[in-house]
C-alpha cells in the first residue's frame, strides 16, 4: 500500500475535473461543475472526475448508517475528528476510500470538492485541537455522513477545525446542495469559513465564487438565440448561422471562462 503522505499529495496536487468534452492538456487542474432539473423540478448536480496525471484509483463507495470514519491530519496519522455515519451515503472516492471528492447521502444532501489554488488558506493544524481536526479531503464525507440541510452544514462547521492534508498541497472550496434544490459555496480563507449562494449552481476553480460571478458582466451583451441582421453602411450584416447572440463568449479552458460558459449555457 502507498505511503498516506505520498497518497494525499498526490491527490491534492493533481485531482483535476473538467467538463464533458472539452480538450485539456496532461496537466490540467480544472474542475467544472453544472446543476439540472430534472422534469418534475429535482436538482441533479453534475460533473467528471478526469485527472491525466496518474492513476488515481477512483471507485465508488457506499457507507452505510452506523459506520465510524475517523480524519488524517498532517503528517499521516489517522487520529483526527473521529465520527459515526448517520445518514448513509454514495461517492466517488480516490486513492483511498476515505477521501471521497464527491457524493450524495441518502436524505438529499450533496457535497462535492472542487480545485482552489493561490486563493483558499485554511487554519494551521493544532495538535491540542486534533480530536476536533477534519482533513481537506475528508470534509465531502463528514458532511454528507452527518447532515440533512444546507444550513446544518453552516452550523456545525464552527465546531471543526477544517486544515490541509499536506501543508504543500493547494487548497479545496466545495459545492452543497440540498434537496430543497438550495445550493451554496464553502470557500475557507484565512481559517474563516464562507458560504456564497449558488443559485446558478455552476462553479469551477480560481479565483473565488464572487469575483467568478461579478466577472459575468463582462458578458452581459450574451444571449441565446440569434443576432439580428443590421444595415451596416451600405451594405447589411447578417449572422452566417444559428447561436449568433454567443459571439465573444469566451472558448478557452481557463476557470474564469469555463465558468462563463457553463453559466450561459445552463441558463440558455
Partial sequence: MKNVNKIIKE????????????????????????????????????????WGGSYLNSRYVVVP?????????????????????????????????????DGLNEVGLAAGLFYFPHYGSYEAYDEEQRE??????QLVPWMLSQFKTVDEVKEALGTVHVVSSDPRASTAHWRIADASGRQVVLEIVDGIPHFYENELGVLT?????????????????????GAEAKPFGKVKLAAFGAGSGFLGIPGDVTPPSRFVRAAFYQTS
Fill in 205 to 225: 476553480n480560481s479565483p473565488g465564487f464572487e469575483w467568478q460571478m461579478t466577472n459575468l458582466n463582462n458578458y452581459v451583451n450574451l444571449y441565446a438565440g
Fill in 65 to 101: 448508517r452506523g459506520y465510524v470514519q475517523q480524519s488524517y491530519v498532517p503528517g499521516g496519522q489517522k487520529n483526527g475528528l473521529e465520527f459515526t455515519v448517520v445518514y448513509g451515503y454514495v461517492g466517488i472516492a480516490v486513492e483511498l476510500e476515505d477521501f471521497v471528492a
Fill in 132 to 137: 476536533s481536526t477534519l482533513s481537506d479531503l
Fill in 11 to 50: 491527490v491534492v496536487f493533481g485531482l483535476a475535473i473538467t467538463a464533458v468534452g472539452l480538450w485539456v492538456p496532461h496537466t490540467a487542474d480544472a474542475c467544472t461543475g453544472i446543476t439540472l432539473k430534472s422534469q418534475d423540478s429535482a436538482t441533479v448536480l453534475a460533473r467528471t472526475i478526469e
